[in-house]
């Protein structure tokens, strides 16, 4: 011990019997008084939890009593990522004894360990030889004739539809930026490749997807229902609009400078016999048949009620519009094994078609009713408000439209847009195809390698 840091230390070393007799009973009278001022204070304490003297009880949290554990509940299955079939067995076992050094053979299995890797495989540059050869009989030469198929690529291409199709993929599908995938090209596979290359390659996608693009068309005019919405999009710094129009296996997806009614009217032709379900947007008015969006009539009902939460009439009223809303869901359900357009669907879509009249009315003209604006809109849309119950294949929002527009909005975010007509009609005509793969389940990248080789296999 070091008297410099305790040179009390050194004083008791030197001490006489005398003194050390003295602090011993210095230490020993502090001792005592220590402990009769522990007494006391419990003492005081006790009191102080029985609440005598007419003092309130010392709220003291008594100990969490012990809980029984129970058995945990074991599940069906297990929720780790399965073993996957082996490609290689790789044995690891101590050669010699650590100990000794006797040298070790045979053993047995102790426990494995599964290791996912991917090894990249390198560009494969492939030299097309054309051989001419000459007819000893008459000769004539002959040169083999090479289709798209033969060499692996469309077109007069040199990058063959493996790459073609990643390309599409990581841009469409992956929302990958364009100089982002030059990067990955290269430092993946050491491939370099311009932009203006990538910019062709999404270019000769769409032109081989057209006819597929044109099916996809046919089969939402087809469809007895269909989810319309739009959103910002900007085409070489000018504002636009993106359009989709998409069904339960569909999307479509078109970029046009207006807003306007035609724009609907021109996806789904003249003879459109289906329903379409939207939001207010007055654009859809000459439609036809419409199916109003229910989520974005409860969000602004949400939204007035939290601007007026200081009038119980208003909230009281918001949420009757959600209770008939769940009310049509629940008959919608109880309806599900009746045909479509019968009797009791259509009786059940005027009882509700009344109701709600019977709940926006009172308001509709009271210009000091905050709930007025929806009460007029669901005054003037109330036969557009109940279609799903008459017609189970309509929806009650258009949600599906919503959902398919949300990569578009996000790769919009990315990029800003578009940069020219042709751009904008590649990128309308891609997100189609790899919307329709996705909803559909379908692999995208092998849906693309065959969109761009139909009888393409390797």
Known sequence: METRKYPYVEKLRTASREELLEVIAAQQAQIEELLARVGAL???????????????????????????????????????????????????????????????????????????????????????????????ACGKRWLPKLTDKDLGVQGKRRLGVSVQALVATLHIGCRVPMTMIRRMLGEMFGLRISQGEVVELLDGTREAGKEAIGELLERVRGSPAVCGDETGWRQDGDNGYLWTFATPTVRYFLYRKSRSGQVPKEVLGEEFGGVVACDFYAGYNKL???????????????????????????????????????????????????????????????????????????????????????????????????????????????????????????????????????????????????????????????????????????
Not at 331 to 358: H, I, T, Y
Not at 437 to 447: E, H, I, N, R
């Open 42 to 136: 419990e003492e005081e304490l006790r009191r102080l939890r029985a609440g005598k003297g007419g003092g309130t009880p010392l709220a003291v949290k008594p100990s969490r009593p012990d809980r029984e554990k129970k058995e945990r509940k074991h599940r069906d299955r297990s929720f780790v990522r399965r073993r996957e079939q082996p490609t290689e067995l790789r044995y690891h076992a101590v050669e010699c004894c650590p100990d000794c050094g006797w040298k070790l053979e045979g053993g047995w299995e102790h426990r494995r360990r599964q290791v996912i890797q991917i090894e990249l495989p390198p560009v494969r540059v492939i030299d097309h030889v054309i051989m001419a050869r000459r007819c000893g």
């Open 288 to 458: 036809g048949v419409l199916q109003r969006c229910w989520f974005h009539l409860l969000k602004d009902a949400k939204e007035l009620a939290e601007i007026n939460a200081d009038r119980p009439e208003t909230v009281a009223w918001v949420e009757a519009l959600g209770a008939l809303y769940e009310e049509a869901k629940a008959v919608a359900s109880a309806c599900a094994e009746l045909p479509a357009d019968c009797r009791a669907r259509r009786k059940q879509r005027r009882r509700l078609e009344k109701l709600a009249v019977q709940l926006a009315r009172p308001y509709a003209e009271d210009a000091n009713a905050p709930q007025r604006v929806l009460a007029k809109r669901i005054m003037k849309h109330r036969h557009e408000l109940f279609v799903f119950i008459s017609d189970p294949a309509v929806p009650a929002t258009n949600n599906l439209a919503e959902r398919s527009l949300r990569p578009a909005v996000v790769a919009r975010k990315i990029s800003g847009g578009t940069r020219s007509p042709k751009g904008s009609e590649t990128k309308m005509g891609l997100m189609s195809l790899f919307g329709t793969w996705t909803v559909q389940g379908k692999p995208l990248l092998a849906s693309c390698r065959q969109l761009l080789l139909p009888t393409h296999t390797t």
